[in-house]
C-alpha cells in the first residue's frame, strides 16, 4: 500500500520558518491534508488540498505539493505551533486513507 | 460542533467492545464519518469509514473481519464494534467527520476527543 515519509522531529527557533516534508511516490498526483496534534488533544485539520486552509487557520500557515514530496510551512513561528504534524491523502486505487508517521515540530 | 466517544475501557485478549460516538452540530445523515486510531506513543492510524446513507463500508486490512463501522442516523450516533480484540488493537479511538461530498472519504474535517481501549489480560 502507498506510505508516506515524515522526518521525524523539527526544531526551528521561534520567529522563524519551520517546513514539514512529506514523501510519497509521485505525492504530486495526489490532493494532500496536514493536521496539527497538541498533547493529549485530538487533531485538528490545518491544510487540505495542498494549500487551502480552514476557516481560523491563520495565513502564516502553507503547503505545497510536487513530485514526489509535500510540504508544509509554518512562517514566523510560535510557541503555540509546537506539536506532532501529520499529513494525509486518499489512495484511490485502495480506497484507504493513509497517514504519514507523524513529526514532532519542536519550538526552540 | 460535537463529536463525544464513550465506551472504551479495559477488555481482555478476544474480548468484545462497542465504541459509539455522538455527534451534535452537523447533519450527521448528510455525513461520512470514520475511525482512527493512536496507539499509545505513536501516530495516526485510519481504520473504518461508513457513507451518510451506511450504503458502503470500508476497513484497513488489520481490523477486517473482526470490527464493524455501523450508524444510526435516528440517533445521530456513529459505532465500532470490535471483536477478537488483540494487544496491539490498544489505542486511542477517534470518531471523525469527513469532509462533506466529494471530500467525505478523502477528509477528516471535525474530531472527537477520543475513547481509549486497553486489551490486556
Known amino acids: 500500500s502507498y506510505v508516506l515519509t515524515q522526518p521525524p522531529s523539527v526544531s526551528v527557533a521561534p520567529g522563524q520558518t519551520a517546513r514539514i516534508t512529506c514523501g510519497g511516490n509521485n505525492i504530486g498526483d495526489y490532493s494532500v491534508h496536514w493536521y496539527q496534534q497538541k498533547p493529549g488533544q485530538a487533531p485538528v485539520l490545518v491544510v487540505y488540498?495542498?494549500?487551502d486552509r480552514p476557516s481560523g487557520i491563520p495565513e502564516r500557515v502553507s503547503g505545497s505539493n510536487s513530485g514526489n514530496t509535500a510540504t508544509l510551512t509554518i512562517s514566523r513561528v510560535e510557541a503555540g505551533d509546537e506539536a506532532d504534524y501529520y499529513c494525509?491523502?486518499?489512495?484511490?486505487?485502495?480506497?484507504?486513507?493513509?497517514f504519514g508517521g507523524g513529526t514532532k515540530l519542536t519550538v526552540l | 460542533v460535537q463529536l463525544v466517544e464513550s465506551g472504551g475501557g479495559v477488555v481482555q485478549p478476544g474480548g468484545s467492545l462497542r465504541l459509539s460516538c455522538a455527534t451534535s452540530?452537523?447533519?450527521?445523515?448528510?455525513?461520512?464519518m470514520h475511525w482512527v486510531r493512536q496507539a499509545p506513543g505513536k501516530g495516526l492510524e485510519w481504520v473504518a469509514f461508513?457513507?451518510?446513507?451506511?450504503?458502503?463500508?470500508y476497513y484497513v486490512d488489520s481490523v477486517k473481519g473482526r470490527f464493524t463501522i455501523s450508524r444510526d442516523n435516528s440517533k445521530n450516533t456513529l459505532y465500532l464494534q470490535m471483536n477478537s480484540l488483540r494487544g496491539e488493537d490498544t489505542a486511542v479511538y477517534y470518531c471523525a467527520k469527513g469532509g462533506g461530498g466529494d471530500y467525505d472519504r478523502r477528509i477528516l474535517d471535525y474530531w472527537g476527543q477520543g475513547a481509549l481501549v486497553t486489551v490486556s489480560s
Open positions: 452540530g452537523i447533519t450527521f445523515s448528510r455525513s461520512g
Open positions: 494525509q491523502l486518499w489512495d484511490s486505487s485502495t480506497e484507504l486513507v493513509i
Open positions: 461508513i457513507r451518510d446513507d451506511g450504503s458502503d463500508k
Open positions: 488540498d495542498e494549500s
